[in-house]
């Protein structure tokens, strides 16, 4: 009969024979209450041992050996077989070739996770042919999980509202393993992020966004992952209602890193050396010129997508037009095709130096919105432009349209007034109003 222990005080066992099943519980070093529980059938009764199971783990009673283990033969070559399937799966967490073969070496091992990788790959391929039915696979994923739910998560169980559901907050899973978490309004999410990356089901996590309310939350998950090094991390998103610091010994732990995406009061990016990323958005209430500097000279071979929020309504160091110049003349970032740099009370010169750089010739996205443009620089960008394949530029109309305006129009498919795009409410967002005396810049002074 399985044992489980509660902070070396309580113990629980539960059985299931037939129809009944049996709880044993109590003190350690007492004999304990045992009940018995008859159900319809050896379905149902499976079903109420399985909820049993999950509640225990939620509530943190941890499985326990009531008798030491049989001895089992070290296999080294499974051992190094495994340890090359993950370092591909590692390099390629797309590879569905080595999920397939490392699921069928787990499932030889008696790893649940070995038969959920076979499962959710074929749901997926259900999904993919025909994305509005629920398939056979999809239909098996969800009962296997709800059965193995206790081994699959362990201590995890009790952050998780729906045990059963593998597409459910904060763990999102696929081929087997949890491929992203989701962390928002969590207790202690630095720990919680520290045992996922311990625990077998979360020790190849692709994706991992988390919102912090205060700085102490989001340096706590910053230096997890520091500590941790997820090596399959493809995506990191981070939003904090905070001023972060220096950032830079971050990245030295996510050389893999595809897809950045981060958002507070102000950070610094300290050396930002990310070859593989292909897109990044910094959003804070100033970008400062160190953090411009940061990316403007950061390596971007294959970058495609740029996103930056340079507006400052705050009394805080500012990001200029001379830190943002060298990005702009940049003739060695050959992916980049969606530029999008949001409230620089600068827009016209970067539009301007744009209309000139290497880059203008792949744009294929430009959004200038929230920013000023006048119409000199609207007329004077439309006539040296090289623009040749510029889809859509976002623009503010206010004191541009008429003649500038026009002229812009023949350097685009799409001039766009921005307030056809979404409100910018960073400053709601993070949490910073009119009244906030640390950010807002009194403007009687």
Known sequence: ??????????????????????VTSGKLGNKGRTTVRHHPSTAAAQVHHDDL???????????VETA?????PVDRTADERADALEARIVDDPEDSEAWMVYGDLLQRRGDPRGEL???QIAAEAERVANPRARGAAQVAVGRYFATHAPALLGSLAKHVKDVRDPAAAPFLWRSGFIHRAELAALDDPGAIV???LQHPSGRLLVELAFKADDRAEAVEVLDAIARMAPPALRELDLFARADLADLGNVWTKLPRLRRLYLTARSFE???LRLPDVQRARFFALAL???????????PWPVLERLELRLGNRYNTESAAFEHVRPLLERADMPALTHLKIRGAPFAGAILRTLAQSPLARQLLVLDLS????????GKTAASSSRFTQLRELWIPFAGLWAEGARALEGITKHLINDKRGPLDTLEHDLGVDDSDPEHYEDVDE
């Not at 929230?370 to 620089?377: L, Y």
């Open 117 to 119: 990788v076979a499962l």
């Open 194 to 196: 520290n045992e996922l």
């Open 288 to 298: 400062s010129p160190r953090c411009m500097d940061s990316i403007a000279t950061a």
């Open 1 to 22: 009969m399985p044992r489980y222990e509660l902070d070396g005080k309580l113990f629980w066992n539960v059985s299931r024979s037939g129809t009944a099943v049996t």
């Open 68 to 72: 030491p283990p049989e001895p089992i």
């Open 269 to 271: 990016l300290g050396d």
């Open 370 to 377: 929230h920013g000023t443009i006048t119409p000199q620089d």
């Open 53 to 63: 199971v999950i509640a225990k783990a939620r509530e943190g009673y941890k499985l």
